[in-house]
Nanobody, 114 residues
């Protein structure tokens, strides 16, 4: 069973940056599209970015131009570089397969203060 472990979250002021990492176990990582999702309090979980096995990327309009998703298949790791953070980016961030997520990890909290 694939396990996903997210890290890199924290508290940052508006305009700041964070880099999230997600380490995945299992050999299927490299052939699958991976996504970063987030869930803010009282809201549904949403997909903010995904990256295919070939490195093609797509972003939600709310983060386009500010977030960059990347992956290192040799390390079974996917990253999310978040720049120009806004208070509305505050959420728990998760990585998972896209478009069909599997078991969720614990996520990593990102809090952006104004």
């Amino acid at each position: 069973q694939v396990q996903l472990v997210e890290s890199g979250g924290g508290l940052v002021q508006a305009g700041g940056s964070l880099r999230l990492s997600c380490a995945a176990s299992g050999s299927i990582f490299s052939i699958n599209t991976m996504g970063w999702y987030r869930q803010a309090p009282g809201k549904q979980r949403e997909l903010v970015a995904h990256i295919t096995s070939y490195g093609n990327t797509n972003y939600a309009d709310s983060v386009k131009g500010r977030f960059t998703i990347s992956r290192d298949n040799a390390k079974n790791t996917v990253y999310l570089q978040m720049n120009s953070l806004k208070p509305e980016d505050t959420a728990v961030y998760y990585c998972n397969f896209s478009p069909y997520p599997r078991k969720w990890g614990q996520g990593t909290q990102v809090t952006v203060s104004s």
